[in-house]
T-cell receptor
Framework: GAVVSQHPSRVICKSGTSVKIECRSL??????MFWYRQFPKQSLMLMAT?????????EQGVEKDKFLINHASLTLSTLTVTSAHPEDSSFYIC??????????????FGSGTRLTVV | GDSVTQMEGPVTLSEEAFLTINCTYT??????LFWYVQYPGEGLQLLLK?????DKGSNKGFEATYRKETTSFHLEKGSVQVSDSAVYFC?????????????FGQGTTLQVKP
């Protein structure tokens, strides 16, 4: 079936550095990518929505200069956490949707990335 | 705005017990409703869905019925197994069909003991 490959699964970085998270759609074209953040024992909070070839739309309260999203192709979207700080430590999950919303009823999730900033 | 409310967990059950996880929603229009399951350290997997009132979604012994009159989508399973231990999320989409954003409930942790 359709899969979204998300890498890395875990990353530890030093405070002040940047980290890039990749999500690739396999076997389908991801016209839209959703990026979520999940705090321990809490729900998923939508950070931003990106459409291929367009600028991402960020949810209220999400710093666009800190969380850079690139969706330059139909199979790859990236989230870069810039100048990371310990409070950015979290579980980040992407979700891809094809144009018709048919694959997995429109939402195929990556396996998540555990970011720890030390 | 649109929202989803789930019963607070954790829910702890013995193997073969009956499971109910309550979910209610607030939405304009007629959203599709979903249940997702998240195993430790993993992403979300679609468990079941329903797209219109009175639809029943089912998968792996789990069921949920879209109740428009009570704005509910409660998850049930007749006999849980240890392998069902996970976090369960109720969600709705904000657009028509399969468009729009997914809005999640806060998640309910299920622990099944042998």
């Amino acid at each position: 079936g359709a899969v979204v490959s998300q890498h890395p699964s875990r990353v530890i970085c030093k405070s002040g550095t940047s980290v890039k998270i990749e999500c690739r759609s396999l076997d389908f074209q991801a016209t839209t990518m959703f990026w979520y953040r999940q705090f321990p024992k809490q729900s998923l909070m939508l950070m931003a929505t990106s459409n291929e070839g367009s600028k991402a739309t960020y949810e209220q309260g999400v710093e666009k200069d800190k969380f850079l999203i690139n969706h330059a192709s139909l199979t790859l979207s990236t989230l870069t956490v810039t100048s990371a700080h310990p409070e950015d430590s979290s579980f980040y999950i992407c979700s891809a949707r094809d144009a018709a919303g048919q694959v997995n009823y429109g939402y195929t999730f990556g396996s998540g990335t555990r970011l720890t900033v030390v | 705005g649109d929202s989803v409310t789930q019963m607070e967990g954790p829910v702890t059950l013995s193997e073969e017990a009956f499971l109910t996880i309550n979910c209610t929603y607030t939405a304009t229009g007629y959203p599709s409703l979903f249940w997702y399951v998240q195993y430790p350290g993993e992403g979300l997997q679609l468990l079941l869905k329903a797209t219109k009132a009175d639809d029943k979604g089912s998968n792996k012994g789990f069921e949920a019925t879209y109740r428009k009159e009570t704005t509910s989508f409660h998850l049930e399973k007749g006999s849980v197994q240890v392998s069902d231990s996970a976090v369960y999320f109720c969600a709705l989409n904000t657009g028509s069909g399969n468009t729009g954003k997914l809005i999640f409930g806060q998640g309910t942790t299920l622990q099944v003991k042998p």
